[in-house]
Nanobody, 121 residues
Framework: QVQLVESGGGLVQAGGSLRLSCAAS????????MGWYRQAPGKERELVAA???????NYADAVKGRFTISRDNAKNTVYLQMNNLKPEDTAGYYC???????????????WGQGTQVTVSS
């Protein structure tokens, strides 16, 4: 079983910055990709950014140029640096990982419990 533990959310004023972290632990052979999704009240969950083990990244148009995703493969940890935050970035942010287990080689998607980001105007 794999656990994803997120941290770094909070309340920030518009124009401010936050850094989210997500650490994976448990029975892991590999994780690919790792990413962040967000969900605002009344809206569907949407991809924010994702990164492969080789460092290839993908961003939602709404965050390009403001958010940067990175990962430490040795620590099974993914980060999301969020700069120039806007009120519309307010949402629950969820870590996501594509996990392959070490014995059976089973591949599945694991989710974190979420961390709240609130941006005040």
């Amino acid at each position: 079983q794999v656990q994803l533990v997120e941290s770094g959310g909070g309340l920030v004023q518009a124009g401010g910055s936050l850094r989210l972290s997500c650490a994976a632990s448990g029975s892991i052979f590999s994780i690919d990709p790792m990413g962040w999704y967000r969900q605002a009240p009344g809206k569907e969950r949407e991809l924010v950014a994702a990164i492969t083990s080789s460092g290839r990244t993908n961003y939602a148009d709404a965050v390009k140029g403001r958010f940067t995703i990175s990962r430490d493969n040795a620590k099974n940890t993914v980060y999301l640096q969020m700069n120039n935050l806007k009120p519309e970035d307010t949402a629950g942010y969820y870590c996501n990982a594509g996990v392959r287990t070490p014995y059976s080689g089973t591949y599945y998607l694991e989710w974190g419990q979420g961390t709240q980001v609130t941006v005040s105007s």
